[in-house]
Each structure stands twice: as C-alpha cells, then as structure tokens.
C-alpha cells in the first residue's frame, strides 16, 4: 500500500523559510520520481518541483531559484526547501508519486505566508 505523509507546512512571514518533508512507504523509493504540487484556493492544482530518480530536477518558474527538491534515499523521503517565500507560495502542498497504477498524493500541508 503508497502512502506518502507530508509535513513541516505552517505559518511563516513574507522572506521566511520552510522545509516540506514527505515520506513514503509501500513504494521502491530509489526508484521513484517524485513531485511536489501546490494548490491555492479557487486555483488548479500545479506543479511546483520534481526530482527524478538520478536526481535530476524540475522547478516551475515561479519558484526557480528560492525553493529546492531533494531526496533521501536512505529514509524514503523526499523534501521541499522552501525560500524567501512570498504570499503567492501560500496553498496546500501535496507530495506526488505516479506509476502504472495511477496518481498517488498525500493528505497535504497547508503554507500560509503573511505578516
């Protein structure tokens, strides 16, 4: 059975950090392609990031250069570090793993950025 649990979302000032933390189970973590979606009230769901299993990355341009995606193979977890945020970042961020099977999400955590 995927499971994928996100956490580390809360509330944070305009310039401030966080770091997202999903961990999975029931999945060949080494293998798999990951990603990292936002979703904004009254907004479709977007990619922010995605790590593939070499490693190599993917960012959408609103986020290029202020958040980073990597993963720790050794403890199933993939992570979302989160930079000089603004309060468009604010939304539910899901963490995502995709195979034959379909389209696994986790439950979300919710970014609020505000002073």
């Known amino acids: 059975q995927v499971q994928l649990v996100e956490s580390g979302g809360g509330l944070v000032q305009p310039g401030g950090s966080l770091r997202l933390s999903c961990a999975t189970s029931?999945?060949?973590?080494?293998?798999?392609?990951m990603a990292w979606y936002r979703q904004a009230p009254r907004k479709q769901r977007e990619l922010v990031a995605a790590?593939?299993?070499?490693?190599?990355?993917d960012y959408a341009g609103s986020v290029k250069g202020r958040f980073t995606i990597s993963r720790d193979n050794a403890k199933d977890t993939v992570y979302l570090q989160m930079n000089s945020l603004k309060p468009e970042d604010a939304a539910v961020y899901y963490c995502?793993?995709?195979?034959?099977?379909?389209?696994?999400w986790g439950q979300g955590t919710q970014v609020t950025v505000s002073s």
């Open positions: 995502n793993f995709d195979n034959f099977r379909g389209a696994y």
């Open positions: 029931g999945i060949i973590f080494s293998l798999a392609a």
């Open positions: 790590i593939r299993r070499d490693g190599s990355t």
